[in-house]
């Protein structure tokens, strides 16, 4: 699993066709069962929520934009492990975001 996490552009794709394919039916799972029952969101919780789910996707965006500044084969594989890393924590938010929004509790 680790390699995978580690590689290149091609299977940052593949994980994001993965995450896509798996989280809709998820949230809408969710969603379904826990709207009848929920309390509004708190709305400082959810502004702070978005602003670190949009932060770190613009961290991804900045690391896929220069990544091709790194010329050296350790700098190329260190800027990879930083797009997956990144790529990881804006899923995680977004996730968060996703559950300040529809609590599952």
């Known amino acids: 699993m680790l390699h995978l996490l ?3 552009l091609r299977k940052d ?3 994001l ?3 896509a394919t798996i ?3 998820a949230l809408l799972l969710g969603f379904t069962l826990q709207v009848g029952r929920r309390a509004p969101p708190d709305a400082a919780k959810v502004w702070s929520s978005l602003l670190a789910t949009l932060l770190w996707a613009v961290l ?3 690391a896929r934009r ?6 050296t084969r350790t700098g190329t594989q260190l800027l990879g492990t930083l797009r997956v890393v990144l790529l990881l924590l804006f899923v ?4 968060l ?3 300040t929004l529809f609590p599952f509790a």
Do not use: H, K, N, T
């Open 97 to 99: 975001l996703l559950g």
């Open 23 to 25: 989280l809709p039916p």
């Open 17 to 19: 066709r993965w995450l």
């Open 6 to 8: 580690l590689g290149s």
């Open 60 to 62: 991804f965006l900045l």
């Open 13 to 15: 794709a593949r994980l």
């Open 92 to 95: 995680m938010q977004l996730v």
């Open 66 to 71: 220069f990544g091709p500044a790194f010329d």
